[in-house]
């Protein structure tokens, strides 16, 4: 484990009093909106702006532009590092950030304050920041900013990771949609579409066949491989691939099979795409699941329950049309 000076640990400290801080204004100044309309508001037939960026608020410190120091958590004798990717903290990113806190999860944000973002480039972020963990053993874990939530703590997590995919050094999210092959015309062109999909990706034990890489987690020596392959991919694929899910997709298909996998079952990372309401089960806290002592949440009111797979997924991921 790395060792921290007293000031650092405390700049972290701050940094998430003031992150949370800011989050809880957040709602309350959208709730401000919805109840009241300003003159200027009347004047423009009742035309109101939704207040939806906390950086619009003046009380955010400058200095919180520039946290990005990676610091990490202990967790069942690992060396955990949460990252997120958030270059404006709205809403839906704090949903993401309030609920990792219940859980106990504190998240690395990355990304803050920049003014143009592509999803092509999370790939030179997220291989920034496994570079500045010098650990090769320690265990990073991504989600996306915006509409994901965290349902169980960090244990669990971590548990799940290194005793259900023992196999494996990196496990990623699985969903239903096969993006960008079948989806982007640039890729279609070049790969063929559906029967790319249907050939090349390995067989899957659920509907969950094909990769998203809104949620993955992973060991930072295999991370730092699968990302500078796919650095090294030549730009014209990479046009192609439109994505960073494209280009993490291309690189796990043609050359790190072997040591990456996809969470088929959801048991980390559950992708909503294509499920149905009735496949989600909440059990209340008066009706724990017994058998499944992962499933216990911190400060959990309730639990989530997929029902095909009979199981309780760590992540909740909305994405695509999935959103709840």
Same mark, same amino acid.
């Given at each position: ?9 405390? =700049? ?17 100044? *959208? ?33 919180? *532009? ?32 309030? #609920?990792?806190?219940?859980?106990? %999860? ?16 999370? %790939? ?9 963990? *010098? ?23 971590? #548990? ?27 890729? %279609? =062109? ?8 249907? =050939? ?64 088929? =079952? ?43 797979? #009979? ?14």
């Amino acid at each position: 484990m790395p060792q921290f000076s007293p000031f650092r640990l405390l =700049k972290f400290v701050v940094v998430m009093f003031v992150l949370a801080n800011v989050c809880l204004l957040v709602f309350i100044f *959208k709730l401000r909106s919805i109840s009241s309309v300003s003159e200027e508001n009347e004047i423009n037939d009742g035309q109101q702006e939704p207040f939806e960026e906390v950086s619009q608020l003046p009380f955010l410190p400058t200095s919180f *532009k520039s946290f990005t120091e990676m610091v990490p958590m202990n967790v069942l004798g690992e060396e955990f590092y949460p990252i997120t990717i958030a270059t404006k903290l709205n809403e839906n990113a704090c949903k993401l950030l309030y #609920s990792a806190l219940r859980n106990g %999860i504190n998240f690395n944000i990355l990304g803050y304050g920049m003014e143009k973002f592509t999803l092509s480039q999370k %790939i030179d972020i997220i291989f920034e920041a496994l570079e500045k963990v *010098k650990n090769p053993n320690a265990i990073l874990m991504f989600l996306d900013a915006y509409d994901v939530v965290v349902l169980q703590h960090a244990e669990a997590i971590i #548990s799940k990771f290194v005793n259900h995919f023992s196999n494996y050094s990196i496990v990623f999210n699985a969903e239903m949609n096969c993006h960008p092959f079948g989806v982007v015309e640039s890729a %279609i =062109k070049r790969w063929g579409g559906n029967s790319f999909c249907q =050939k090349e990706y390995p067989s899957s034990p659920t509907r969950f066949k094909y990769l998203n890489s809104g949620g993955f987690i992973g060991r930072q020596s295999a991370l730092l491989d699968l990302y500078k392959k796919i650095l090294a991919l030549p730009q014209d694929i990479k046009d192609d691939l439109f994505d960073d899910q494209g280009m993490t997709a291309y690189v796990w298909l043609t050359q790190a099979r072997d040591y990456l996998t996809l969470d088929y =079952k959801g048991d980390l990372f559950l992708s909503l795409l294509e499920v149905q309401t009735h496949e989600i089960l909440v059990r209340g806290s008066y009706n724990p699941p017994v058998h499944e002592e992962e499933a216990k949440a911190t400060h959990a009111d309730f639990w989530l329950e997929f029902v095909p797979h #009979s199981n309780y997924p760590a992540v909740l991921h909305g994405n695509g049309w999935g959103k709840w």
